[in-house]
Each structure stands twice: as C-alpha cells, then as structure tokens.
C-alpha cells in the first residue's frame, strides 16, 4: 500500500512537471513549528472566459489569498478556459495531473458521471442556502468525495449563483402550447426537461449565443442572471427575460484537486485551501447577488427589458417533466439513482424547516 | 504618525501581557518567503456558554484552523463567557485589550451603539443571504468597520443562525390583543416593538430562561432555533412554538479584534484570520440549516409541541411597530440613522431582485 502510494506520488511528480515541486531551500529543524518546507507551484485551469466577472475574478482571488496565507510557498497560477487547457476537458486534466486544480461546475461532466449534476444544481432543486447546508453539514460533501474518487479527483463547493433567471425568449410565453418547436440554448437537465415540453434544446458555448439569438438561429437562451446577461448585450437580441431559473436555482461551483497532488500538501497548506474555497463560496454568492440587483434595474429601465414571470401552469408541468427525466437517469445510472436518493432524503427534511424559516418569513415580510 | 503607532503597540504589548507576543526564535533571513518570524499567544473571548454547540464550538473550531494555517504561529486559546471575562464585557475587553479577539453579536452592544443591531439583525430585516451581500459586497462590512473604529476594534462576519423561531408562548396566540400583558423574555429591538404590544420585555440570561417559564415567572420566550431550544427544554415549559423569527430573521455573529493586535500581524495572518471567518460564517449558518431540522421534528413528533405560524395580523401589526421603533430611534441617534439609511439603500434593491429570484423560486417549489 506503502509502496503503491509512493510511486503514485512519483508518477505524478513525472506528470506535473519537475518544476512544479521546489524544495523550499531549508535546512530540516530550522523551523520547528512550520511543517512545510517545501514550495509549491501549482496551476489552476478553469472553465471560465478571461476575466469573465465574478467566476473567473473569484477564482485568482483565491489563488493569491492561497499564496499570501501560506507565506508564499503554495503558489497557484490561474489560467482560464483555452489559454493551458479546453473549458470542457478540465475535469481530465485535473484527474490526468496534467494541472492539479481546476474551477468549474459539476454538472459539465454529467456525460462521465451523470451523478454530478446533483453537486451544481438539479431543475427544481435546493437553493444556494440549502446546498450549502446539504454539503457541509448534510452529508453531501461526503457523498461528492466519494463519487470523484474513482477520477482522482478531490472536490470542494467554491461558489454559487444564486437563482439564476429562467432565460430570453424572443416571443411571450403564454402557456406550455408557447414553448412547443422553440429552439433554446440550454444545457443539461433542464435541457431534457424543455425537450419534453416540445423544445428543441440546443448546445451553444457563451460566445456563440448573441449572435445566434439575434440572428434567429435559435429563439431564446437561459445564460446566468442580470449581472452576465446585461454584458453578453442579450437584451440588444429578445425583449422578454423570464423567472425564475426553475433549471439553475443555485448552482455550486467546483475547485477540483488531483488526489495525488492533494496528499503531496502538508496539512496547514490543505487547511488553507479548503478555508480560502469555503470563504470563495460564500464571497462569490455574495458578489452575485449585490451585482445583480442594479444590472436588473439597468435592464428594466434603461433597455426596457419586460421581466416576466413563467405563468404558474408553465411552472407546474416542467415541475412535472423535471420528475419522470430525474426517474428516468435514476433507473438508467446506479449511482445517479444513489445520489438522488440521498439528495432526495436531505431535501424533504429541509424543506420542512424552510417551511417554517425562510418561507413563512418572506410571506410576513411580504403580507 | 509612525512614532505614536509604535508606542500604541507598546502600550497593547503592555496590556496584554508580556507572555503574549514571543519572538520565533529564528535568526532573520532563514525564511526568505515566509515574512511571520513571530509567534502569537491570543486570546479569544466569547458571549457563549462553554460548549454551546455550533457557536462555541464554531469559534474553537476556527481557532483549530487558524493555528493550523499559521504553522502553529497564531495561537488562539478560546475562553467560553465568564472563564475569563463575562460575557457582556466581551466587547470592553477586546476594546482595551486585555484580549485580542472577541466573539459574539453586535446587538449586544446596542447600550454603546444603538447602529450596531444593523450588523447582527432587525425585526423585518435582510435574512443571511441578505446580510452576508450587504456586508461582503454592498458596503455593509466597510461601514461597520467604520462604526466600531472609535472603540478600536476590527470587526468580522462570522457565523449565522439562520432565521429563528418566534418564541415559545404558554397561551395561544391568535390576535395582538393576546400579547397584551404577557411577560416575554425577549431583548433588544425585539423587546421594544413587542412593549408597543403591550408586551412587558424581560431581560434573562439563557440558563435562567426555563425555570422562569416553567414556574410561570415569564409567560414566554424567544431563544435561538429547534436545536438550541430543545437542548434548553423548553417544550416541557411552554406549548406553542410559533414562527417566524420575525425579530431575528438571520442574525449575524461577529469576530471582534484588538485594533493594535490587529496591526501587529503579519498581512499573511491577517488573511487566514479573515478567510478562516467568513468560512466560519458559512459553515455555523449550514450548521444551523442542518440540524434545526431534526430537532423540528423531534419537537413535534416526540414532543408533541404544536408548531404554529404567527396570525397575519399579527405579523403586520409588529411590522408597523418595527417601522415606529426604527424611526424613533434613528430620531435619537446620528450613527444609528446612517447605518439604517444604508441598510435600507441597500434592502430596498435587494429585495427587487430577491422578489424574482428566491421568492419567486419558493413559489415555483409549491404552485
């Protein structure tokens, strides 16, 4: 085991790169209290744009909060999607080595393991607070370790959208009859939950949306909330913008480490990494949603955007739809079924309290 | 400038005592990257009975990682109320420094500065995602920074209960005529808008809290949440436990620091302080989230207590109390009217978009 370990290890310092691991230059017992003498360069690849507000700035934020906490000797280099890696073959690259972190969603790898979509956000699923309880203190932290074990792969939950909005629509959504034949940008669950309801769902990177959407080519988008859409010029291309984000209704956000370069970490340096991503979570839910409010206001009264609700029945059949896609991954995948059940039994308990807390006083605040 | 700050340091180093500042022992120069060559013996207070779950053991929870990170450098020992300094001199304490840091709630201290229930919560206040956006990334941090300035002390978001419970009543609530005469042990602005009732507030420590009730000394009490409150036993007291914590809806726990031990720091321990709290300000909040509900369920199962919702006129009839309380004592006092000026800036937005993000979604849950 020992062994196996050892030279697990050594394959991956082969894989990272020989200058990726820098004995820190000090004599062993110069500091008797700081266990960690080594230096650490690491690089951080992300599914994000350059600079894409929030996520990617949330992400370097991070980094150098990792490297001023550990004096200097965990330095993160944090590259955004294509300039070291692809966005979508992070998840590999992590696992591979070939980086030892990477900062995305959960729900991108659903191709590999279908499960994971449970770990960002489910159609109708928890909020940002009930995530947060489910994977700290819920078992559902646990739960994610397990499933990313078998990729090499440590995950941590570092940041949240919060509700995002339901999506554009270049024509009024009366009724679920309004949905039939639209072609839409969304991704995912909620994209097979749309193709129930008669949508054609179509996969569309962030960069090919406005034109797409202006030209025709497709007839609505769901992107993020105001703040991502006022910038990505969305409402230059449909007039109504719908909520909530039934589909996306508080997405976690992911730091994935590679396991060998993990157990590399001496115990202070894992402390801070999992204390700097707990504080990212919570610092990038906040940022979501303090920018989103004024961009709401710019779209509604500078562009005149109409901000609709779905209509209630709309809202009840995709609830529908929602549970025969989620029964119908459950009875295809054992360990979508697993998660699901967990997911599922932690939910009903904390709705129940929901019921009582956060519900009834938004109804006296509202009365 | 320069001169003064060191003798400021000098006359902290004094206070604290000699024992508390012990250089490394490392000759300068030996850890080139590494700029903390000190060692730091703090002490930290707390408004909490010892062992507390969730807030004292929170707080020592920190301490673990905080002194972990820092390689051992950053010792925290964690004094519960009254092992060291009683809990209401907690704020006094740090101030002058004979402690270094301080944990507790800011409406402690609302005899010193009426503006700082702001930072822990008001009746018909911003619930946590509310007030971790305001802090974090709408200037409610910076402001609060600034308001406790004058008393020396830095203060940090850390830790959240979430919305609380309305209180445990003998009698049935069912029309504001009910509160009339009753004796309730509820502090703070709470216990003003609840006088307004013709409710007698009372102020009681949380170990006296059930003999009062029990004997009938009190005819109610608000407490904390399910967990805390049936730890308390308060269900073998009172029969009605009613909701929502219209007078708590999220209350914010807060870190206080020594200004000067503040500035002692190296920027590296600084950082993991301030990462160590905000993640500590999640993870008590899905604490809180996670375990309130299985004690909901105990209490009415087990306990066969009836779990009731506050009559609408009621709540808005507390509502407009709130309104009178807030503009009175904004009437009173400069600072607390700036802070409640930007609290409610901030509010006013935040609840626009919350309307179509989390209620919205809320209702999609339950059409």
Tied chains: 1, 2.
Excluded: C
């Excluded at 370990?5 to 004995?23: D, H, M, N, P, Y």
């Excluded at 090919?208 to 990505?232: C, K, M, N, Q, S």
């Excluded at 992911?254 to 919570?282: D, H, M, V």
């Amino acid at each position: 085991m020992e062994d196996k370990k050892k030279l697990q290890r050594r394959e991956f310092i082969k894989k990272v790169g020989a200058g990726s691991l820098v004995a820190g230059g000090l004599a062993a017992g110069t500091t008797p209290v700081r266990a960690a003498r080594k230096r650490f360069n690491w690089k951080l690849t992300t599914t994000w744009p350059p600079n894409f507000p929030i996520f990617q700035d949330g992400v370097k934020r991070f980094a150098k909060d990792v490297k001023k906490m550990s004096g200097g000797k965990l330095n993160i280099s944090v590259f955004a999607s294509g300039e070291l890696i692809p966005a979508m073959q992070t998840f590999d690259a992590v696992s591979q080595g070939s980086v030892q972190m990477g900062h995305g969603a959960g729900y991108y790898w659903i191709g590999k393991i279908p499960a994971a979509a449970f770990f960002t956000a489910v159609p109708f699923g928890m909020n940002a607070q009930g995530m947060n309880a489910w994977l700290y203190s819920g078992g559902g932290l646990a739960l994610w370790r397990e499933i990313y074990e078998p990729f090499n792969l440590v995950p941590f939950p570092m940041g949240n959208t919060g509700v995002q909005m339901g999506g554009w629509f270049r024509k009024k959504i009366e009724s679920v009859a309004d949905l039939k034949g639209l072609k839409m940008r969304i991704p995912g669950l909620g994209g097979k939950v749309m193709a129930k309801a008669g949508v054609n769902p179509v996969l569309l990177a962030g960069g090919e949306i406005y034109t797409a959407l202006d030209r025709g080519t497709i007839d609505a988008t769901e992107w993020v909330g105001p703040f991502h859409d006022e910038r990505l010029g969305l409402y230059r291309a449909a007039k109504y913008y719908y909520y909530p984000g039934w589909h996306e209704p508080g997405p976690t956000l992911e730091l994935t480490i590679n396991r060998e370069a993990w157990e590399e970490l001496p115990k202070e340096f894992q402390l801070i990494i999992e204390n700097a991503a707990t504080a990212s979570n919570l610092w990038m839910l906040s940022e979501f949603e303090a920018r989103n409010l004024d961009s709401l206001h710019t779209l509604k009264n500078k562009y005149k955007v109409e901000v609709l609700e779905f209509p209630a029945d709309v809202i009840k059949q995709l609830r529908q739809y929602t549970a025969e896609v989620l029964d119908e991954e459950a009875k295809k995948d054992a360990t979508f079924k697993k998660v699901y059940d967990a997911y599922n039994a932690y939910r009903k308990t904390n709705d129940a309290w929901n019921a009582i807390s956060e519900a009834s006083y938004a109804k006296a605040l509202r009365l």
